[in-house]
């Protein structure tokens, strides 16, 4: 019962840390829970059917059809973050000083949160086929000890709940004005980790082959494996051991989207003062 | 240009297009298979040559999905119920690598390298 607990949470957690930062980034936009909501929803979804093909999808592409589409997936939640962070810069200013109408603002808003439920949804599709495979395994075989692993599984699915809570509600015990800064800088960590993370698997698959010494091994200090590496890993993609590639692939997302968020900050804070200088009678 | 010398050309390039196949051929994956039934490995202990790459087959006969990981590979692999798992392991240094089913802990195995 405990092993199951242990699988179960090992999978749930990571999910449940992204789903926790992504509540406390939406906190303030009306209709959110119905989009994270959705993005669970979805997100579980597509985990009992990649778990009931998950047969199908490793034959493909010559047996590496699991790294693939976990590359491919990883990919467009790396986008889907870079693009919020992006559009908050713009808009994320308007918002607060609720110079928009709230109307528009909403329908904005419904946008960027578009962008998160999918990265939600990502998350628990990654971490949720591999409960899903597992619980299922459990479900089918015959035994009494069954009953315990089923029920350590649940156990399991809710301890991962519970961390989702714990960091919603420790974040916002951050004020508001440094928890903007915060969750932004938790969502571009949060973006390269990821991007380092679709790398290996297109190393896994020999997708990728250059750059592939392992630049340092700290697998001594903090490994992958125990549950402050894996905190570390969700938070800000720490790998005990990183290859070239994926550390410049990690450092090159960093900087393109502080570049990015940086460029649209200042366009969006220039066409504010300019709204502020315009004479009253060119409205 | 002669006509001679385009075959010389075209002589000259296949011989270093198959130099290179050839030479991809020597790099090629060695091949390993492993099965895993009733929760175990077979064999438990896995012999596999040094500095090479390989493909690890993994043959799962079981009715359940399992997962084959690896700390010191730095493998993970979810191979469904009855079915077959292929994975790509960089060249080893020799020495003994273990490996777990990830869903069922009491099964363990060795890639002994040598």
Redesign the interface.
Known sequence: ML?ALI?VFREVFEAGLIVGIVLAVTRTVPHRNMWIMAGIAGGTLGACMV?GF??AL??LF???G?ELFNAAILSVAVVMLIWHNVWMAQHGRELAGKMRATGLAVAEGSKSLLALAVVVGVAVLREG??VV??L??IM??DGSSNQGLAIGGLAGLALGAAVCWSTYKGLLRIPPKPLFMVTTALITLLAAGMAAQAVSFLE???WITSL?TTVWDT?WLL???SLPGRLLHTLIGYTD?PTAMQLTVYIGVLIMTVALVRLVDSRALSAQASVKVAPPQNL | MTVASIHTKILIAVSALSCVISLSQVHAQQSITVEYSNGQFRPGELPAPADQPLALHVKNRD???M?FES?SL??E????????????I?PLKPGRYEFYD??N?KARGVLNVR
């Open positions: 092993a699988i778990a998950a047969g490793s034959q010559a047996g590496m699991q086929s591999e495979l597992f299922y395994g089918t075989t896994r698959a020999n592939s697998g490994s992958d494996h051991q | 009715p359940k999905a997962e700390k730095r493998v692999k979810v191979v469904a119920a009855k079915s077959e798992g292929l994975i790509n960089r990830d869903f802990a």
